[in-house]
């Protein structure tokens, strides 16, 4: 069982930045893939980046690639998501994911393993 909680949400202007993060807890955490979703209000939820355990793999959707990255420090049991360039189309409540899947299955699953609350990103134009 894996637990998950995000924070760093918030409200910042178009083309500013916000770093996510995720504090994990329980059992084999440095075992699963790791990544973030994103669902706006009235939107289908969406992948926005994963990590593998290991740290040497990284997915990234196509809407946020170049501006986001993700990490990973299994030492701290934590994910991050750094996100630059925002736009106001990156408004949405974010998601903190943890799966067994390999990181290109993570990007097209529909459901995880785990999730956390969410925390909320609003970009103002």
């Known amino acids: 069982q894996v637990q998950l909680v995000e924070s760093g949400g918030g409200l910042v202007q178009a083309g500013g930045s916000l770093k996510l993060s995720c504090a994990a807890s329980g059992r084999n955490f440095g075992s699963y893939a790791m990544g973030w979703f994103r669902q706006a209000p009235g939107k289908e939820r969406e992948f926005v980046a994963a990590?593998?355990?290991?740290?040497?793999?990284?997915y990234y959707a196509d809407y946020v690639k170049g501006r986001f990255t993700i990490s990973r420090d299994n030492a701290k049991n934590a994910v991050y998501l750094q996100m630059n360039s925002l736009k106001p189309e990156d408004t949405a409540v974010y998601y903190c994911?943890?799966?067994?899947?390999?990181?290109?299955?993570?990007?097209?699953?529909?459901?995880?393993?785990?999730w956390g609350q969410g925390t909320q990103v609003t970009v103002s134009s």
């Open positions: 994911l943890a799966d067994w899947a390999d990181i290109a299955t993570v990007a097209v699953k529909s459901e995880y393993d785990y």
């Open positions: 990590i593998s355990w290991s740290e040497s793999s990284t």
